[in-house]
């Protein structure tokens, strides 16, 4: 393979004790695989929800200002006194980011299953990958087809892999129906997909009409817009068809967690035959796994006794199904990596790009539709 540079850069988070959070590049020396290891050159990484908590986290983003320190940029921004209390955990330490990427193995230790990875393209798990080199062992690695755009391969484990854990939970957990909130995002758009090809009755919320036409173009039957007056009674209308009694809330904050339980509820006491002061005994399950608002989860109790609300996440529901699961779940992203899995990318941006304050501005506010590439390179 070519020479490799001494130094590898990667880009850093730190809460400082003062209430600052400061977002870095920084050069580090080039990691050296050991036996079951390979380095790869990152070529691609998103930027996710779920990176956007450890990057950012509590910080002001509004007050962001940019600097330099040994010729590489640096963005400091203030935190509030109440994300100083929820960071108190990481002060003082420099943490690196990126859940997940795809790179090209250019070094491989003497295992043989490392070996078999050099000079492929893989995708990967494991987090620091907004860097340009990351060494990490082979089973965070998943080989990918010959002549994949690494752009396709960089997500392609977060969002598709959540998409299918939800099928597998509503499966595992007796439901027969889904109802999925921000629906328009990639991963909403995946599921969309899985759901029409497996057969799956999918209710989709999201927040505009311009999503609602987006979601009715790729084939959803059931998208309703949360910002319309009628909302609830569609929704129950939408639950009363389907059947649905399992939800995954990624808004997480406000009060729409509450109206799916009430209108699964709802849409259960019309099929009962006789009254019940309790309400109906169908079991209702909503998921949170995100925060797009990260204000107070509001329940106003219309929804029986019989109704759990509960977090999801996709790392301890990997552990949980086991192995024969995963593979089988990470087999069928693979398959279908360029057409069920694709993700689309409103900007592409280096690493240096990304520290700018406009930039950071912009992916930091999650917008559905808008999704950031990072090319290390």
Same mark, same amino acid.
């Given at each position: 393979?070519?020479?490799?540079?001494?130094?590898?850069?990667?880009?850093?988070?730190?809460?400082?004790?003062?209430?600052?959070?400061?977002?870095?590049?920084?050069?580090?020396?080039?990691?050296?695989?050991?036996?079951?290891?390979?380095?790869?050159?990152?070529?691609?990484?998103?930027?996710?929800?779920?990176?956007?908590?450890?990057?950012?986290?509590?910080?002001?983003?509004?007050?962001?200002?940019?600097?330099?320190?040994?010729?590489?940029?640096?963005?400091?921004?203030?935190?509030?006194?109440?994300?100083?209390?929820?960071? #108190?955990?990481?002060? &003082?330490?420099?943490?690196?980011?990126?859940?997940? &990427?795809?790179?090209?193995?250019?070094?491989?230790?003497?295992?043989?299953? #490392?070996?078999?990875?050099? =000079?492929?393209?893989?995708?990967?798990?494991?987090?620091?990958?907004? #860097?340009?080199?990351?060494?990490?062992?082979?089973?965070?690695?998943?080989?990918?087809?010959? =002549?994949?755009?690494?752009?396709?391969?960089?997500?392609?484990?977060?969002?598709?892999?959540?998409?299918?854990?939800?099928?597998?939970?509503?499966?595992?957990?007796?439901?027969?129906?889904?109802?999925?909130?921000?629906?328009?995002?990639?991963?909403?758009?995946?599921?969309?997909?899985?759901?029409?090809?497996?057969?799956?009755?999918?209710?989709?919320?999201?927040?505009?009409?311009?999503?609602?036409?987006?979601?009715? =173009?790729?084939?959803?039957?059931?998208?309703?817009?949360?910002? /319309?007056?009628?909302?609830?009674?569609?929704?129950?209308?939408?639950?009363?068809?389907?059947?649905?009694?399992?939800?995954?809330?990624?808004?997480?904050?406000?009060?729409? #967690?509450?109206?799916?339980?009430?209108?699964?509820?709802?849409?259960?006491?019309?099929?009962?035959?006789?009254?019940?002061?309790?309400? /109906?005994?169908?079991?209702?399950?909503?998921?949170?796994?995100? =925060?797009?608002?990260?204000?107070?989860?509001?329940?106003?109790?219309?929804?029986?006794? /019989?109704?759990?609300?509960?977090?999801?996440?996709?790392?301890?529901?990997?552990?949980?199904?086991? /192995?024969?699961?995963?593979?089988?779940?990470?087999?069928?992203?693979?398959?279908?990596?360029?057409?069920?899995?694709?993700?689309?990318?409103?900007?592409?941006?280096?690493?240096?790009?990304?520290?700018?304050?406009?930039?950071?501005?912009?992916?930091?506010?999650?917008?559905?539709?808008?999704?950031?590439?990072?090319?290390?390179?």
């Amino acid at each position: 393979m070519t020479d490799l540079p001494a130094d590898n850069l990667i880009m850093l988070t730190l809460v400082k004790e003062g209430g600052e959070l400061e977002i870095s590049l920084a050069r580090r020396p080039m990691p050296q695989p050991r036996d079951h290891e390979v380095l790869v050159k990152v070529l691609a990484t998103p930027i996710n929800p779920s990176d956007l908590g450890l990057l950012v986290g509590a910080a002001d983003v509004r007050t962001a200002r940019a600097s330099q320190r040994e010729g590489l940029p640096v963005i400091t921004a203030d935190i509030p006194p109440a994300g100083m209390r929820a960071m #108190a955990g990481r002060v &003082g330490e420099a943490m690196p980011i990126g859940n997940e &990427g795809c790179g090209t193995v250019v070094k491989a230790g003497a295992a043989p299953e #490392a070996q078999a990875l050099l =000079g492929k393209t893989v995708a990967l798990l494991g987090g620091a990958m907004y #860097a340009q080199y990351r060494c990490l062992p082979t089973a965070m690695c998943m080989e990918l087809p010959v =002549g994949v755009d690494p752009a396709d391969g960089a997500s392609c484990f977060v969002n598709p892999l959540t998409s299918l854990a939800f099928t597998e939970v509503m499966r595992r957990e007796g439901h027969t129906a889904l109802v999925h909130t921000a629906a328009a995002s990639n991963l909403g758009q995946m599921l969309v997909k899985i759901c029409a090809n497996d057969g799956i009755p999918l209710v989709n919320i999201v927040r505009s009409a311009e999503q609602v036409a987006l979601l009715n =173009g790729i084939g959803a039957k059931y998208v309703l817009n949360s910002a /319309s007056e009628s909302f609830l009674d569609d929704l129950t209308a939408a639950l009363v068809e389907t059947g649905a009694t399992l939800g995954f809330d990624a808004i997480g904050g406000g009060k729409l #967690a509450g109206q799916i339980l009430g209108a699964m509820e709802a849409a259960a006491v019309k099929r009962m035959t006789s009254y019940s002061r309790y309400g /109906s005994d169908t079991f209702k399950q909503v998921y949170i796994y995100g =925060g797009l608002d990260v204000g107070p989860t509001t329940l106003t109790r219309s929804f029986g006794l /019989s109704w759990s609300l509960s977090g999801f996440l996709l790392t301890p529901f990997m552990a949980k199904a086991g /192995s024969e699961v995963v593979a089988r779940m990470r087999k069928r992203v693979v398959d279908e990596l360029t057409t069920t899995f694709k993700s689309h990318y409103s900007h592409q941006v280096s690493l240096a790009e990304a520290l700018e304050p406009a930039v950071l501005a912009a992916f930091n506010a999650k917008r559905t539709g808008e999704k950031y590439l990072i090319r290390p390179q």
